[in-house]
C-alpha cells in the first residue's frame, strides 16, 4: 500500500480559501453547490497549468495544431456522439431523506446518509440542457458541452483542409466542459463545470495501438516532469464492462488524492468511431486521402484526455509539505517553478526612505519579466513562510547594506539557502535559477550568503 497523501483534503481546501487560491462560487449567497471560483494565486497556479500543457503538446511539436471551438455545438452532435442515448449514469433516489446518489457508487442498497430504502436506478442523462433564442421549445433545446472532442471530430475536415497536416497528428484543445454530476464532492476533484484539456491524435487504423502508448508514456512523463512523484502516478486500464460506448481500449492515469486514487486524465483508443458516426449523421465525407496508397482511410483517434482542475489538486497535493521549524510548523508548497502562481516575492527589510525607493525599483524591474509580489508587512521571517505556503520559489531581500553595496539576496523557498548577487545580476540570476539552475553556481560578484 502507498502510504496517503501528506495533506488532507481539509487541510488544502483551508488553504486554498485562506490564501485566495479557490474560493466556493457565489460563496455570499452561500455557495452553488460543485462549482468553484479561481482567486488571484488560482488563477495563476490554472494558467501556468494551461500554459505548460499547451506549450508540451502544440508549441513543441510539429504534428499538432491548436482549436478553441465554441461551447454550444448542433444539437444533432450530441445524437451522432452516443451522448443523447448514453452519456448517463444509474440514479438512484432515496425513498425517506429523497437524496440521490448514483448506484454504481454504492456499497450496498441503503441510502448512505440516513441508511433508507432506495428506488429502483433510472438512467439520468449528465447533459445540461438550454435553450437557444427568444422561444422555450424543444425545437430550440441545445447542450452545454460535457467535453471539448467533439469539437475537434467535426472540425477534423477544416483542420486537413487548411493546415496541409498529413497522418498521423493532432488538435488539441482547452475548453470548459459541463455534466450535471449526480454526486460531486471531493473539492475540485468533481464539479458540475469543469475544464478539460483534450487532445485527439489521427492515427493510420493498425498504428493505433503503437501511437496509443506513445500517448501513455508522453503524459504520464508530463506529469512527472513538473513534479508530481512518480509513486502517486498509476495506470488502471478499463474493464471490457466499464469501457465507454466510442473506446476499443482505455487505461486512466489514476493519482493518489487525499481521498484515494482516482481518475486525473483518460487516455482511449476511440477507434474510427467519431469520424464514422459524423460523417454517416452529417453527411459529409470524413474519410482522408493516403498519398501513399491513394485510397480514402478513415482515421483512428487516440485520445489523453485531462482535467485541467484535477490537475490543479494534483499538483497542490503533491507540492504540499510541512516541516519542523524552530518551535513551529513550516508549511510550503514545493510547487515546480513553472507552475508557481508567483516566481520572485521582493521583501524589503524596512519600510524606511531610501530603502524603500531601491526595493520598488528591484519590483519596476523584474514585474515585466514574470509574476512578482511586494510584501513590506510583519517579521521577514514571516513574509517567507508566507511564501512558502503559496509556492513562491525565490525570495528577494532588499537592507540598509544593499543601498552601499548594491547587492541583494536570493532565498530559495525548498532549502533556505541564500545567495547575495549584484542587483544589475538580479534578471538573469533569477531566470536562470526559474530554468532550474542550482542555487549555488554564482554571477560575477555573487557569494553564498548566511540564513538570515
Ligand atoms: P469519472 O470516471 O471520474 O467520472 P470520466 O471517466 O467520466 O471521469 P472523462 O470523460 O474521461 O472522465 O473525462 C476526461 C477528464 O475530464 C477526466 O480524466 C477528468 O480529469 C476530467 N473530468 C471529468 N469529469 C469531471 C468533473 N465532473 N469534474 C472535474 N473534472 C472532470
Not at 156 to 162: H, R
Request: contains cysteine; negative net charge.
Amino acid at each position: 500500500m502507498t502510504e496517503p497523501a501528506k495533506v488532507s483534503m481539509e487541510k488544502l481546501v483551508s488553504l486554498c480559501q485562506r490564501r485566495g487560491f479557490i474560493f466556493p462560487s457565489s460563496e455570499i449567497y452561500g455557495g452553488l453547490s460543485s462549482c468553484w471560483d479561481y482567486g488571484p494565486l488560482g488563477v495563476e497556479l490554472k494558467q501556468n497549468i494551461k500554459q505548460a500543457w499547451w506549450r508540451a503538446v502544440v508549441q513543441e511539436r510539429d504534428d499538432m495544431v491548436g482549436l478553441d471551438a465554441s461551447i454550444l455545438m448542433h444539437p444533432q452532435v450530441w445524437i451522432a456522439s452516443g451522448h443523447l442515448n448514453q452519456f448517463t449514469d444509474p440514479l438512484v433516489e432515496c425513498k425517506s431523506c429523497h437524496l440521490r446518489w448514483r448506484a454504481d457508487e454504492l456499497k450496498d442498497n441503503s441510502c448512505p446518509s440516513c441508511g433508507g430504502e432506495l428506488t429502483e436506478p433510472h438512467l439520468f442523462n449528465l447533459m445540461f440542457k438550454t435553450f437557444m433564442g427568444p422561444i422555450e421549445e424543444e425545437a430550440n433545446v441545445v447542450y452545454l458541452r460535457p467535453e471539448t472532442a467533439q469539437g475537434m471530430f467535426v472540425n477534423f475536415q477544416n483542420i486537413v483542409n487548411t493546415t496541409r497536416k498529413r497522418l498521423p497528428f493532432g488538435i488539441a484543445q482547452i475548453g470548459k466542459a459541463f455534466r450535471n454530476e449526480i454526486t460531486t464532492g471531493n473539492f475540485i476533484f468533481r464539479s458540475r463545470e469543469f475544464e478539460q484539456m483534450e487532445i485527439e491524435f489521427f492515427v493510420k487504423p493498425g498504428t493505433d495501438e503503437e501511437w496509443f502508448n506513445y500517448w501513455l508514456e508522453e503524459r504520464l512523463n508530463w506529469y512527472v516532469n513538473l513534479g508530481i512523484k512518480k509513486e502517486n502516478l498509476q495506470l488502471r486500464q478499463h474493464t471490457k464492462g466499464e469501457l465507454a460506448h466510442y473506446a476499443l481500449k482505455c487505461y486512466d492515469i489514476d493519482y493518489l488524492f487525499p481521498m484515494g486514487w482516482a481518475e486525473l486524465e483518460g487516455v482511449a483508443n476511440r477507434g474510427d468511431f467519431d469520424l464514422v458516426q459524423h460523417a454517416s449523421s452529417s453527411g459529409k465525407s470524413l474519410a482522408y486521402l493516403d498519398e501513399e496508397t491513394k485510397q480514402h482511410i478513415v482515421p483512428y483517434i487516440i485520445e489523453p484526455s485531462a482535467g485541467v482542475d484535477r490537475s490543479v489538486l494534483a499538483f497542490l497535493c503533491d507540492a504540499y509539505d510541512e516541516e519542523p521549524d524552530k518551535e513551529e510548523i513550516r508549511v510550503l508548497l514545493r510547487l515546480h517553478p513553472t507552475l508557481a502562481p508567483i516566481k520572485v516575492a521582493i521583501l524589503p527589510l524596512s519600510r524606511k526612505e531610501p530603502l524603500v525607493q531601491l526595493a520598488n525599483q528591484v519590483y519596476a524591474d523584474l514585474r515585466p519579466c514574470w509574476m512578482v509580489q511586494y510584501d513590506d508587512t510583519q517579521s521577514i521571517g514571516r513574509r517567507y513562510r508566507r511564501q512558502d505556503e503559496i509556492g513562491t520559489p525565490f525570495c528577494v531581500t532588499v537592507d540598509f547594506q544593499s543601498l552601499e553595496d548594491n547587492q541583494a539576496t536570493i532565498r530559495e523557498r525548498d532549502t533556505m539557502n541564500q545567495i547575495r548577487v549584484p542587483i544589475s545580476e538580479l534578471k538573469n540570476t533569477l531566470q536562470a535559477k526559474l530554468e532550474g539552475e542550482d542555487l549555488f553556481v554564482l554571477p560575477p560578484g555573487g557569494q553564498i550568503w548566511k540564513e538570515g
